[in-house]
């Protein structure tokens, strides 16, 4: 079975957040599912020099959008025993960052139809599906039903399209549909992406492709009500048979605290060692050097999604405990000017960083203690799972993927795994925050047990990789999945 695994972002070649942990890691856990899965992604400036000095040229053509045709090379890089195809286009992608330009309309339009235009020449690899990923490759299984509906090489293809975040659906004027897409005069491309007047690239995946999957099934069971549905619940509804929930895994080679070669001192369930690692984080951060307290770590876009106006109403309240604070993150002013006021504030206890830096969130993962998560939604969350490898407890609120990771703590069996609230409620995370220090204060071996529950938790992708690989095979046979 043959997989093209269509994606804007892979570790190590592009990464802004969880996304591109999935596409870094995914597709070779497929492999060892025996898929021959390949990626295709744009080929960003910003790909490590290392990694573009082994990328190598496959072919060259067109990409129409509309009256415009716009030259195309696909490269070629095969990394960590995968195959990595590369649209290349100086204009679209060599840029500073990932997304957030005034073309991202057309950059997307331009890398799927590409990625469609790539498909015969690809050499000896042939598709069976094409797995698409959030709305930047949304477009590729309704352009593929409009415009190669009566090429035969096209004709067997499957798609699948994987929400990753329905907050971020590629919404763009409706001009887009004629000027960029070309599609003026196709009536049911335009009900599939039609969305307030405007145009809406994740609904027309919704629409056209095969079949949907989301990266949790509490996810899943929630993307279905008005209130996480971000306006497509119908269309969500619509589709509910084509539709579940598989939980991404984590690069457990990656975030392996016993050979990362991030920490000062590596360790496996030792917290002695990790010990180690907290007193240089706080030499790092300056941060006072006292190992009786907690670190709590939130390493997070620093955006509403994550919970933050929750975390600002009660800070105060927080900061007066004996614990320090750790923030990684970018993201809203509001939230990054708020951090830096507290850091000023409290500079003993609170420590910011305001950048992205992957060495450092590594370091923090190993540093701290307890890692705050408390999401007004969350497909999947990876922080939280990360932050169990390396024994640090989470906290998080009951949505999305937190819930399907994360056990709430049960003192009287021992059992659970971090610490979790149900209502998207201030005082609700404030006195869970509190319970948890009080359990690190308080009862040793208490804290102890939960963190070699946390880390003894299994996020491998070997589970999930099994259940895509069955739906993948589901899906070329035509049957139900
Ligand atoms: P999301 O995909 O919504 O951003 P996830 O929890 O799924 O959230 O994934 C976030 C990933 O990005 C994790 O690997 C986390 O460690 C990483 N990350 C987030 N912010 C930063 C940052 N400022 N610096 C380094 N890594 C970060």
Redesign the pocket.
């Known amino acids: 079975m043959n997989i093209l695994f269509a994606v804007s972002e892979a570790f190590p070649l592009a990464k802004t ?3 591109g ?1 999935v596409g870094g890691s995914l597709p070779a856990a497929l492999k060892e599912q025996n898929i021959d899965v390949r990626v295709i992604m744009p080929r960003y400036s910003s790909i490590p020099v290392y990694l573009q000095e082994q990328i190598e040229y496959v072919a060259t053509f067109k990409v129409e959008l509309s009256w415009r045709k716009i030259q195309c090379n696909l490269c070629r890089l095969h990394y960590n025993d995968v195959y990595y195809y590369l649209i290349e286009n100086e204009n679209f992608f060599n840029r500073e960052k990932l997304y957030d330009y005034w073309d991202d309309a057309e950059r997307f339009a331009f890398f799927s139809k590409a990625v469609l235009e790539s498909l015969t020449k690809l050499g000896d690899f042939q598709p069976d599906i094409i797995h698409c990923n959030d709305w930047h490759t949304a477009l590729i299984p309704l352009i593929m039903k409009e415009n190669y509906g009566n090429n035969p090489f096209y004709f067997d293809i499957k798609t699948l399209f994987t929400i990753h ?1 329905l907050k971020h659906q590629g919404v763009f004027p409706a001009e887009v549909f004629e000027d960029v897409l070309g599609l003026g005069g196709h009536v049911s491309a335009w009900e599939k992406l039609e969305f307030h007047g405007g145009i809406n690239y994740m609904k027309a995946a919704l629409l056209s492709a095969d079949y949907i999957t989301t990266v949790s099934q509490t996810y899943a069971d929630e993307i279905i009500h008005p209130y996480f549905g971000e306006q497509l619940d119908g269309v969500l509804r619509a589709r509910i048979d084509n539709l579940c929930g598989i939980l991404n895994g984590l690069d457990t080679q990656k975030y392996n605290p016993q050979d990362d070669p991030n920490l000062v001192v590596n360790y496996r369930s030792s917290l002695c060692k990790k010990e180690e690692n907290k007193k240089h984080l706080q030499e790092l951060l300056s941060l006072p050097v006292r190992t009786d307290l907690p670190i709590i770590a939130m ?3 620093l955006v509403d999604q994550k919970g933050l106006d929750l975390v600002a109403h009660v800070l105060e309240e927080i900061l007066s405990m004996d614990l320090q604070l750790v923030v ?3 993201g809203d002013k509001k939230y990054e000017e708020m951090f830096e006021h507290f850091a000023a504030k409290y500079p003993h206890k609170v420590a910011i960083q305001l ?4 060495a ?2 590594h370091k923090i993962y190993a540093g701290s203690d307890i890692l705050l998560m408390p999401s007004q939604f969350e497909p ?4 939280q799972m ?1 932050a169990m490898r390396y024994g640090a407890i989470p906290i998080v609120r009951e949505t999305g993927g937190l819930k399907d990771s994360v056990d709430p703590y049960n003192e009287y069996t021992g059992e659970g795994n971090g610490f979790t609230f149900a209502n998207y409620n201030a005082h609700e995370l404030l006195f869970t925050i509190q319970r948890a220090v009080r359990f690190f204060y308080d009862d040793k071996v208490a804290w102890k047990g939960l963190a070699e529950n946390a880390r003894k938790s299994d996020f491998s992708w070997a589970k999930s990789a099994k259940k895509y690989g069955e739906l993948y095979q589901s899906l070329t046979q035509a049957g139900e999945y």
């Open positions: 957040g969880g996304l942990d975040n390493i997070s876009r990684l993150g970018t950048v992205f830096n992957e450092l969130a999947c969350g990876l922080a990360i």
